[in-house]
């Protein structure tokens, strides 16, 4: 083949993992653009049943992106019981299950189900992917025993071919390789500020709140200052962005004068100063 530059360094990863089954797929491209969703979601063994086009075909490298290793790897079946026949289970999407007694699991499901299967048991699992125009038939269902049907939008349930397996393969990956937390905070250079840091700042600030004049309100003067508190111990609020703010409440105090309050008369504490020379 040409027009390929050997692609990404994909391998199959440890253990066993899903194998992804095109059942007669149309359109090289769409082969292509199936192989580049299953590498971003960390899935390598694919297999064709009867591609309409036949096997190899050069546009479906150029649509892969990258994960020609992929598609150099495919192998092509007959029939979908050739292509499942080492298998110990198989999957199959089916948008409108009908007429059938079977389980059906969500992508997020059949993901789970899959890590149980494929590093639980050390089983051989397969899914199924029907035609682009119309889908899997009975005949192709028949030789799978659980289904897989995304929780869509019911009005517009229509999924290219490629969708179709990048909807399973991020499932795949999040039940089965990722470890990233499913929330942090991006400080870059800084950190979060601690308890204590934030305490020396919120002090300081209602001292100068004091001086100024704004709590001097008596009786609201405890829910103000407990509302500040609970406002900065809200968020995650980083020693730099502490600096920021004691910069801001240096320049803020010097205005204290208009309104004839007198300035800090003792010198700022060590932790101050520090944090002042180094904003």
Known sequence: MTGRDGGADLAPLPGESPIIVLVRPQLAENVGTAARAMANGGLFHLR????????PQERAWYASSGADRILDAATVHP??????????????TCPRP?????????????????????RGDGHRAAILFGPERAGLE?????????????????????????????????????????????RRLMTN??????KGELDNFLERLVRELDASGFLDNHPKRSGMVRNLRHWFNRGEVTTQELRTLHGVVSELSKGRMLRGRPAE???????????????
Not at 48 to 55: E, N, Q
Not at 98 to 118: F, N, Q
Not at 189 to 194: I, K, L, N, Q, Y
């Open 138 to 182: 009975a005949e192709d269902l028949s030789h799978a025993d659980t289904l897989v049907r995304y929780p869509l939008n019911p009005a517009h349930m229509s999924l290219n071919l490629a969708q179709a397996v990048m909807i399973l393969a991020y499932e795949w990956w999040n039940a089965a390789e990722d470890n990233t937390p499913p």
């Open 265 to 279: 008369e003792d010198p700022p504490p060590p932790w101050l100063e520090a944090i002042l020379n180094e904003r």
């Open 48 to 55: 064709l049943v009867a591609p309409r086009d036949g096997w």
């Open 98 to 118: 009908r007429h059938v007694v079977i389980p059906v699991h969500t992508a997020r499901g059949a993901a789970d189900e899959l890590v149980k299967i494929c």
């Open 79 to 92: 029939t979908v019981a050739d292509a499942v026949a080492d298998c110990h289970r198989v999957l199959a």
């Open 189 to 194: 250079e800084t950190g979060v500020a601690t």
